[in-house]
């Protein structure tokens, strides 16, 4: 019997051990699945908030499109190539810009606007939970038509001297003919009501215009340029270059800002693909003192050389600029405020903005492309001939004197006209749609803006 009970108590001490050690399997596979199940559920939330980050991000980024296009939103104007412009931030983001609440419904979003060298990037950032999403579009500006220069010529007055001749039509609050020879070959527009002490006449008014007189009830408002903040920053220094006297080819080093670029031989800059090459210099002197030199431009892309000059422009003797190039190739943006000279035999083929410098054009120089200013004198003197695109400058006198000619479409405060007899202001209206990307960029006027959206992009 003693046996017998020892045998039971021994397999009840097996089956024991046995359930212990089934108990600790299940518990091991339910820790282990609940492990699992868990792991599954998290990456699952973490999924889909990143979706749904990417909605929200998605969503800020059609307001903003939508916005621009409506004109309900706007570009700021005073940012530089680099800078940004927060537009809509929720509370999920941290910033010092002023909080926005009305798309609370769809979800924390931070959208902004970046300066390029061709226009804008947008970019919208979406937040669910713990996760982040980023969608972005490029945005080109000024590829419409030009809707603000009606006429080729619109002045606040004109006074026209001894045998001048103006070619095309002018709008003018007044015009004066003080000499028996003065003409104008086109139709005359005067802004008011009336044009009685509108017009002064030395002979017959068929005699001094061609076309017909008319009255408009107002003028255009024009804007002088701001360049305000327009600086680039963040460039890479490179100190002072010299091109020098001896007859040599240098190249620039390319993007960067430089204390000073002097000109005396030939200097080359590359532009190599689509995107623009950004000069930043206290100093630029083109002073070339020999045929072929000066600036040259190399590189067959779509991309642009544009200057930014802080303190001083100068660009005299035999200074060449581009040449055997485009106008549309070269900007030229000066911030000083000291009278910009284009004389000798200079010849520039570039468009020239300043924020508030006089332009002298002078001896037997030239310049074709645009010339924007903000400055308060415009001259044309001696042999000089600016085969200019548009001439801009709202609050400028502009004066041709000498043998000067001007050839474009013009917009001044007041136009005075002596010197050599012939045709001296010729009026040209078909190249202003190449000003159209100046207009919007610098609001000089409202120009029906046209925005380009390149697919957008987002991670």
Known sequence: MSGRVILMVQEKG????????????????????TSVTTAEYRAAIAHTSSIQAFYVAEAGLAWAMQGILSGSLTFPTNLAVGQ???????????????????????????????????????????????????VSTKVDVGSGSDSGLPLAAMFGTVKLGANFAIVGDVMA?????????????????????????????????????TGT???????????????????PQGLTPRGSFTAGWNPSTSTLPGTGSYDSITVRATLLINVPGDADVIIRTKNLTVNGAGA??????????????????????????????????????????????????????SIVKASLIAHSANVN??????????????????TVSGAAEAHLRVLYAPNAVISLTGNGKLKGIVVGRELNGSGASGDRVILDGSPATTFTRFANALNLWPTGDVY???TWGGR
């Open 361 to 378: 054009i002078g001896a037997s120089g030239g310049i074709v492309g645009h010339v924007i200013t903000g400055g308060n004198s415009v």
């Open 84 to 134: 940004e412009y927060v537009a809509y931030r929720s509370a999920g983001f941290a910033g010092a810009e002023p909080l926005s609440s009305f798309m609370s419904d769809i979800g924390d979003m931070r959208i902004s606007y970046i300066r390029t060298n061709e226009g804008w990037n947008i970019v919208s950032e979406g937040k669910k939970n713990l996760a982040k999403s980023k």
């Open 173 to 209: 609050n007044s015009l004066e003919f003080n000499a028996w020879n003065t003409k104008v070959t086109g139709d005359v527009y005067i802004v008011g009501d009336d044009l009685a002490g509108k017009i002064k006449l030395t002979q017959p008014i068929s005699n001094h215009i």
């Open 213 to 231: 007189v008319s009255l408009v009830p107002s003028a255009p408002t024009f804007s002088p340029p701001d360049l305000t903040g327009r600086l």
């Open 14 to 33: 097996s089956i024991l051990v046995f359930a212990l050690i089934v108990v600790a399997v299940l518990m091991v596979v339910g820790v282990t699945f």
């Open 452 to 454: 380009t959206f390149h």
């Open 292 to 345: 072929g030199r000066g600036i040259y431009i190399t590189g067959s892309g779509k991309g642009r050389l544009i200057f930014h000059v802080e303190n001083t422009l100068s660009i005299t003797a035999d200074g060449f600029i581009n040449t055997d190039g485009s106008f549309d190739k070269v900007d030229i943006y000066y911030y000083g405020t000291q009278t910009i000279n284009l004389g000798g035999a």
